[in-house]
């Protein structure tokens, strides 16, 4: 079993390679023409300076707010996993817990540190939005992803009890993969829309295809 697991982790790592070659055919595209991407970047912004006035008068609430976040994930995964949830807390002050019948799996478990929620679904409505109103929803969709970043700053940590659950390799293999995926995701929506869904996977195997080839040459 804990083989398995550090073969899961090594998987993981390969995977995180095949996402990093893709986000690199991504970054000078990107660079080339950074206005499409101007509302995202105002979004960060906007979240760095609500983060910088909001922590002396809200840091409860946001406290309380990282916290639910991070527990409705792990509830989400757990019904898409096809388990029940027993209960359920969230506190500013004492962290959070959900108790799944019959324990949790890896994606139950880790999707907290690596998965953008708020921004997955601002994501999948961009079909539903008329072209004015598109940078709006880009600003939306920078200001979720960096709360997403700076929370799982704050959360991911060596001694995190979700963490340790698996060996360190396979954790962070899965982190650091599902990571670089969202982020090649954000960057390609802004060209391709919903379909960098499809799109940046699909640029992922076909680049671990292509250094197997070089690798095998």
């Known amino acids: 079993m804990i083989l398995l ?3 899961w982790g090594l998987l993981f790592w390969i995977l995180a390679f095949g996402a990093l070659l893709a986000l690199m055919v991504i970054l000078p595209d990107m660079s080339a023409d950074w206005r499409v991407y101007r509302w995202l970047f105002l979004g960060m912004i906007a979240y760095l300076a609500f983060m910088g006035i909001s922590n002396a008068f809200f840091e ?3 406290k309380f707010f990282r916290t639910f976040t ?12 096809f388990k029940r949830i027993r209960a359920f807390q969230a506190t500013s002050h004492r962290g959070g ?6 324990g949790g799996n890896m994606m139950i478990i880790l999707s907290p ?13 961009q079909p539903l939005f008329q072209k004015q109103f598109l940078p ?3 600003f939306a969709i920078g200001l979720t992803y960096l709360f997403h970043l700076h929370t799982n700053w704050l959360q991911v940590g060596f001694r995190q009890t979700d963490i340790t659950k698996y060996p360190l390799l ?3 293999g899965f982190i650091v993969f599902f990571q670089f995926v969202f982020l ?32 095998l040459s």
């Not at 540190?113 to 409505?125: A, D, E, G, K, V």
Request: negative net charge; aromatic residues 14%.
């Open 97 to 102: 817990e959900i108790h799944v019948v019959g």
């Open 170 to 172: 396979t954790s962070f």
């Open 136 to 138: 709006y929803l880009q």
């Open 5 to 7: 697991r550090y073969i």
């Open 60 to 62: 409860q609430n946001l």
């Open 184 to 215: 090649g995701i954000v960057l390609l929506s802004f060209q391709d829309g919903w379909r960098a869904f499809i799109t940046f996977p699909q640029m992922v195997f076909e680049k671990l295809l292509l250094a197997t080839e070089v690798l």
């Open 113 to 125: 540190y690596c998965i953008p929620i708020f921004t997955i679904l601002l994501l999948l409505l």
């Open 70 to 81: 991070h527990e409705l994930i792990h509830t989400i995964f757990t019904v898409l996993s």
